[in-house]
């Protein structure tokens, strides 16, 4: 079973296999439908879903000028308001990007590289980078709780963004190519707003997150038959929308107990990609 023409690995698909490469297998190269739901309460679910992406949206129309004022009017929602007035109070663009004349920023921002002769793309809620050279990615994680950091260390959004915006990202940069060194991703949680996770970057990472990245998608091009097994860890079934296909229980998981409630703002496919939107394309 190859991959689809023209397919793009992404921090989600890539995420999907390491997780359960037999939930790669259902979405992307068989195309399943969602048979379940993935956490119960099943309305409140999909609430904070709307609230996450709702507010992604605030954030982006604040990136192209919109008032404040107007931003919060539109706000229906008092625990989104909640969020917003945390934003407003905390102002983590300028605290993690700084405010300085030249600095190159922009919202929603689509990225894409090569890696072992495939396509990989990511979509950043803020990017910023400064004259000095200096690059900060920003990404809001509008889930119930603060996640740990080591939860967050282990998630391949935080091997992806940093190592694309090294590899595609020169052209930002006065066509320099970015110091590994002068990346930091910073995690901001609308629902912790005075703790947020930094993670700084280096040669070192650029250099492991290269060979984890192309072994891993070499590693899924060439799966066949038996190369999807389902996860040993049953415990990620319960929130899994596929569970029903491998006899995994039909009962969803509580919503308070997804940890991996990681982007209740974000899609199971977290790029809707427009080619005429992405930056740059190095392979």
């Avoid at 000028?65 to 934003?87: C, D, M, V």
């Avoid at 190369?227 to 899994?240: A, K, L, W």
Wanted: net charge negative; with cysteine; hydrophobic share 40%.
């Amino acid at each position: 079973m190859t991959l689809p023409p023209g397919f793009q690995f992404s921090q989600a698909s890539l995420q999907d296999y390491v997780d359960c490469p037999r939930r790669f297998q259902l979405r992307y190269l068989l195309a399943l439908q969602w048979p379940a739901v993935q956490a119960e309460p099943v309305e409140e679910h999909e609430q904070r879903m709307v609230l996450g992406q709702a507010f992604h949206r605030m954030v982006q129309q604040r990136l192209v000028g919109l008032p404040e004022e107007a931003i919060a009017r539109a706000a229906s929602n008092a625990e989104l308001l909640r969020w917003w007035q945390s934003f407003l109070a905390y102002r983590p663009i300028t605290a993690f990007c700084g405010d300085q004349p030249g600095t190159w920023m922009r919202g929603e921002y689509m990225l894409a590289g090569g890696v072992g002769g495939h396509r990989l793309v990511a979509k950043y809620d803020v990017l910023s980078v400064a004259a000095t050279g200096q690059v900060t990615i920003l990404d809001w994680k509008t889930s119930t709780k603060r996640t740990p950091d080591d939860a967050l260390r282990e998630r391949l959004q935080t091997r992806v963004y940093p190592f694309l915006a090294v590899q595609a990202g020169a052209h930002l940069n006065g066509d320099r190519p970015i110091d590994p060194s002068h990346v930091t991703l910073v995690y901001w949680f609308p629902e912790a707003p005075g703790s947020p996770a930094r993670i700084a970057y280096g040669p070192e990472q650029y250099a492991a997150d290269h060979r984890y990245l192309t072994d891993l998608i070499g590693l899924i091009a060439l799966a066949e038959g038996d190369g999807f097994p389902m996860t040993q860890d049953e415990s990620r079934c319960r929130f899994c929308v596929y569970r029903s296909y491998c006899d995994r229980g039909s009962t969803a998981g509580r919503l308070d107990e997804l940890i991996a409630a990681w982007d209740l703002g974000a899609a199971p496919e977290d790029i809707d990609l427009d080619f005429e939107q992405i930056g740059e394309i190095a392979f």
